[in-house]
């Protein structure tokens, strides 16, 4: 069946709550990127979501929530983790905690674990549609798995054709990266993936500084194995010219072919850095990146560069 194409409208959302009661798959808009939806409880829909994506079993799913007290049912809020969640929800960080007796989620959907990663997504379509089906989605983000993440529509479409029931277009994602994922199951909270919330914002407000999680082929965060984020064509980082073949671009004083912030702005590049990717790599073979600063979100966009330019297989 072709993947139908919803719009924001009142009409629209109960047709994609309802496609999701169905154990169907949609496509939702968030503020980081678009997420690929289906109800959280149901097992055959998540397997079916796993299998769209080709996502390893092992790498659980972000079950999203309308809000605290939805995500209370589903893992333990207390301390630290729920001091969090009143602070930066709804918003682009993901708390994983240990799992709630008797919460919704299907245990497929954690692959598994006794910790559910927990988001509250502030963009107000996906935050109706949630409300509306009265139980969490868990929502990876809408890409074949170890792909460059979609921001718009047509990503999604591009991505994942019609293996999907319908695209709710919520227009361009405007943050463009995905959220920051804390663990607070261990002695200290830890960063087991930087994203829109800052390190350094969140280490402010916790008052420590967050442990950084183990990377390796089966990581604590799966969304770190090696090679993601990528597109087809060969990355080369730190680049300050072009070797011959290469487009090159630029961020702040270096200009290239192409710039991720003329001005020298992180916001502006991770805006700009997966349409770009997904843009160059339809026309280049190989594609060279300036020097992007490290601090703020700059974590998160050499994070993902990094993962996008690594050779291995994604697993
Ligand atoms: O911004 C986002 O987080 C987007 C939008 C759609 O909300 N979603 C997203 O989901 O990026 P996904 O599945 O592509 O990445 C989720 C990350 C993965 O790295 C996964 O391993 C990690 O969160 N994660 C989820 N549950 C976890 C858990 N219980 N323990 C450790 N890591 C977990
Ligand atoms: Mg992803």
């Known amino acids: 069946m072709a993947t139908l194409a919803l719009k924001p409208t009142p009409e629209d959302i109960s047709t994609a709550v309802n496609i999701l009661r169905q154990g169907g798959i949609v496509a939702v808009p968030t503020e980081t990127v678009y997420g690929l939806a289906a109800d959280a409880s149901n097992a055959d829909a998540v397997a079916r979501l796993y299998a769209v994506k080709g996502r390893p079993a092992f790498n659980p799913l972000i079950a999203h929530v309308n809000g605290p007290e939805m995500a209370a049912q589903e893992g333990d809020l207390s301390g630290k983790a729920g001091f969090c969640a009143g602070f930066y929800w709804p918003g682009p960080l993901t708390i994983v905690v240990p799992v709630a007796p008797g919460g919704a989620a299907c245990e497929l959907a954690r692959a598994g674990l006794d910790t559910i990663g927990l988001r509250h997504p502030s963009h107000s379509v996906t935050h109706d549609i949630i409300t509306r089906l009265g139980r969490p989605i868990v929502a990876p983000s809408a890409n074949r798995s170890g792909?460059?993440?979609?921001?718009?529509?047509?990503?999604?479409?591009?991505?994942?054709?019609?293996?999907?029931?319908?695209?709710?277009?919520?227009?361009?994602?405007?943050?463009?990266?995905?959220?920051?994922?804390?663990?607070?199951?261990?002695?200290?909270?830890?960063?087991?993936?930087?994203?829109?919330?800052?390190?350094?914002?969140?280490?402010?407000?916790?008052?420590?500084?967050?442990?950084?999680?183990?990377?390796?082929?089966?990581?604590?965060?799966?969304?770190?194995?090696?090679?993601?984020?990528?597109?087809?064509?060969?990355?080369?980082?730190?680049?300050k010219t072009a070797d011959g073949g290469e487009v090159l671009v630029g961020f702040g004083h270096l200009s290239g072919d192409y710039s991720l912030s003329p001005r020298g702005d992180l916001k502006e590049a991770a805006a700009n850095l997966y349409p770009l990717l997904r843009y160059l790599d339809r026309h280049h073979d190989q594609i060279a990146i300036g020097p992007i600063p490290r601090h703020g979100l700059g974590e998160a966009i050499n994070d993902r560069l990094q993962r996008a330019a690594a050779r291995d297989e994604p697993c």
């Not at 293996?163 to 405007?174: S, W």
């Not at 183990?214 to 770190?224: A, D, L, Y």
């Open 147 to 239: 792909r460059i993440s979609p921001v718009t529509p047509q990503d999604v479409y591009e991505e994942l054709g019609d293996d999907l029931d319908a695209i709710v277009d919520g227009g361009r994602c405007p943050l463009g990266l995905e959220s920051t994922v804390v663990s607070f199951t261990g002695q200290e909270p830890a960063l087991l993936r930087p994203g829109g919330v800052e390190r350094a914002v969140i280490e402010r407000f916790l008052g420590t500084p967050l442990a950084t999680a183990e990377t390796g082929s089966r990581p604590e965060s799966p969304g770190q194995l090696s090679r993601h984020y990528a597109p087809n064509a060969r990355l080369r980082l730190d680049a």
